[in-house]
């Protein structure tokens, strides 16, 4: 037993994405995944995914448990849940590990009522990622109540948290039906251009538009067909997918903020990557993006401010909207649940 005990994500009113990922690809919509480890996170997360009808992975990440308490964070999933209700509605809600690190973190998470994990080994030689990874979803899948294992293959540049990678290194689809058969996950994220943090792209990775605006590279999305071709109907994940919105970089750059060159995924692709086998999109960048930005704003026009409900609360409101807009026009999960 884990040194805080045992429970079941079930009790804690918390589902699993089996289901979720089958009605996903059937429906050509992306569940939204999105990385809470404050209050007024979740209460936006929950808030944006009741008003559009929306099923939601809440993720958790090994800097939001050392930062909020893993204890803390069981229990405002379950807090979650009655919030929805609370709000008017019971929708399917998932409290998912991100890039756990070994199996120790996972089966950590697991004994205390996370209802979906994922094992990263995407940065350790092939053989030691299905081991690992293998390992984890033996032990997953042997619990009463099965929880539901992501693995990965493949490599996202970038910083987000403490994951971070100097390059990206393509996933290669010949590899992925051995993988997912010796390790028998649920899922599979995979890399074909996304990357983590706010700045994804170096200017020299872009075009420019005749206004001189920087353009991203494409996603693969050949890579992302010859995966589907090999492991039809299964459950694909993107990470690293926010698209860093031009217009809350230009409020923090103009309230005080530095964030040069920032750029991110364009919406219409993601759009597309929804449609398709990739049934978990993560966003998280995005979200600290549009905090940020409500927050220098209040703080720049009203220097004299010192009560953190004046400008926790415009945040709140600001990520809320956004995840609304993800919902609804990038993800297509808005009356799904």
Do not use: W
Request: net charge neutral; glycine share 8%.
């Amino acid at each position: 037993m884990c040194k805080f005990g045992q429970f079941s994500y079930r009790e804690l009113g918390l589902v699993n994405t089996v289901n979720l990922f089958k009605e996903a690809i059937v429906g050509g919509y992306a569940l939204p995944a999105y990385n809470f480890n404050n209050m007024e996170q979740l209460q936006a997360i929950i808030q944006a995914c009741v008003e559009t009808d929306s099923p939601v992975i809440l993720q958790v990440s090994k800097g939001a448990r050392n930062y909020a308490n893993p204890t803390l964070l069981r229990n405002m999933a379950r807090g979650a849940v009655e919030y929805a209700k609370e709000l008017g509605k019971k929708i399917p809600i998932v409290l998912h590990l991100d890039h756990g690190g070994d199996f120790e973190i996972c089966k950590e998470c697991i004994d205390n009522g996370f209802s979906s994990i994922m094992i990263d080994g995407s940065h350790l030689p092939y053989g030691e990622n299905v081991g690992i990874t293998k390992k984890v979803t033996d032990y997953a899948h042997s619990r009463p109540d099965y929880v539901t294992v992501e693995g990965e293959l493949g490599v996202l540049a970038g910083i987000e948290d403490e994951v971070s990678a100097e390059k990206s290194t393509y996933t290669q689809p010949e590899e992925v039906v051995d993988f997912v058969s010796k390790t028998c996950v649920d899922s599979l994220a995979i890399s074909i251009g996304t990357s983590h943090g706010a700045n994804k792209f170096k200017p020299e990775q872009c075009t420019r538009n005749k206004d001189g605006v920087l353009i991203p590279p494409p996603l693969r999305f050949d890579i992302l067909k010859e995966i589907e071709k090999k492991l039809p109907g299964f459950p694909i994940v993107l990470h690293g997918s926010s698209s860093v919105p031009q217009d809350l970089v230009k409020i923090i750059n103009s309230n005080g903020g530095k964030m040069k060159d920032a750029l991110g995924i364009p919406e219409e692709q993601l759009r597309k990557a929804a449609r398709s086998a990739v049934c978990k999109i993560n966003i998280d960048s995005d979200g600290r993006i549009a905090m940020t930005a409500a927050v220098r704003k209040v703080l720049n026009d009203k220097p004299q401010e010192f009560d953190p409900r004046k400008y926790l609360g415009p945040a709140r409101d600001s990520l809320k909207e956004l995840y609304k807009h993800k919902n609804e026009n990038v993800l297509g999960s808005a009356g799904k649940a």
